[in-house]
C-alpha cells in the first residue's frame, strides 16, 4: 500500500528565509510524487512533480524538489520565501489515484 | 493542462438531506476521482469513476452513502446523502491526464 508521510504539522519562518517541507513515501514501484499547494479557500495548485530522470525537479513559485530514493524522500525547498507562500502543502504520491500526506501549513513572519 | 469546472462552491444543508455535486471537465477522460477533506485534515480518496461502470469506493465509504454517476467522459456527480454535521467536509472531483492530477475548486459543505 501507498503512504506518504509529512512529519511537520506547521512550519513558521521569516520572509526571506529559505524553507524545507518534509515528505518521506511508501509506494511498490517507481512512485510518481507531486508537490500540491492550497491557499486558504482556494483549490488544489500543483507545484512540481516527478516520476523519472533528474531527481532535482523544479517548479512554479521557484519551488524545487529532490527525490531521494535510498531516503524514500521527495523533500520541497524554495531559497527565499515570500509572504504569498503561506498555505497548506501535501505532498503525494500515486497515479491519477493519489495518496496525500497530512499535509504542512507554513506561516511566514514579516 | 485540462480545466475541472466544480459546483456548487459552497452550500449549507439541513441534515438529512442530500447534496449533489457536479463535476464537469474539459476534455475526455476514462477516470475520474472523488477526494473528501475534513476540517483541518488532508484529502482522502472517497472513490474511482469509471465511465460505463459502477465506481470503486475506498475502505470506509459505501455506496449507499455516496452515490456516484458517470454517464460520459467529461461529467461526473457526487451525491452525500442523508447527511449529518459529520459530513460538513470540502469535496473534491480530480481527473488525471499525463501523470498530472487535476482538481475542481472543490465544494465547502456545511452541515446543520
Known amino acids: 500500500a501507498q503512504s506518504v508521510t509529512q512529519p511537520d504539522i506547521h512550519i513558521t519562518v521569516s520572509e526571506g528565509a529559505s524553507l524545507e517541507l518534509r515528505c518521506n513515501y511508501s509506494y511498490g514501484a517507481t512512485p510518481y510524487l507531486f508537490w500540491y499547494v492550497q491557499s486558504p479557500g482556494q483549490g488544489l495548485q500543483l507545484l512540481l512533480k516527478y516520476f523519472s530522470g533528474d531527481t532535482l525537479v523544479q517548479g512554479i513559485k521557484g519551488f524545487e524538489a529532490e527525490f531521494k530514493r535510498s531516503q524514500s524522500s521527495f523533500n520541497l525547498r524554495k531559497p527565499s520565501v515570500h509572504w504569498s507562500d503561506a498555505a497548506e502543502y501535501f505532498c503525494?504520491?500515486?497515479?491519477?489515484?493519489?495518496?496525500f500526506g497530512t499535509g504542512t501549513r507554513l506561516t511566514i513572519i514579516p | 493542462s485540462a480545466v475541472i469546472s466544480q459546483k456548487p462552491s459552497r452550500d449549507i444543508c439541513q441534515r438529512g438531506t442530500s447534496l449533489t455535486i457536479q463535476c464537469q471537465v474539459d476534455s475526455q477522460v476514462t477516470m475520474m476521482f472523488w477526494y473528501r477533506q475534513q476540517p483541518g485534515q488532508s484529502l482522502t480518496l472517497i472513490a474511482t469513476?469509471?465511465?460505463?461502470?459502477?465506481?470503486?469506493?475506498e475502505s470506509g465509504f459505501v455506496i449507499d452513502k455516496f452515490p456516484i454517476s458517470r454517464p460520459n467522459l467529461t461529467f461526473s456527480t457526487l451525491t452525500v446523502s442523508n447527511m449529518s454535521p459529520e459530513d460538513s467536509s470540502i469535496y473534491l472531483c480530480s481527473m488525471e491526464m499525463n501523470t498530472e492530477a487535476f482538481f475542481g475548486q472543490g465544494t465547502r459543505l456545511t452541515v446543520v
Open positions: 469513476a469509471n465511465q460505463g461502470s459502477e465506481a470503486t469506493y
Open positions: 503525494a504520491v500515486g497515479v491519477g489515484k493519489l495518496t
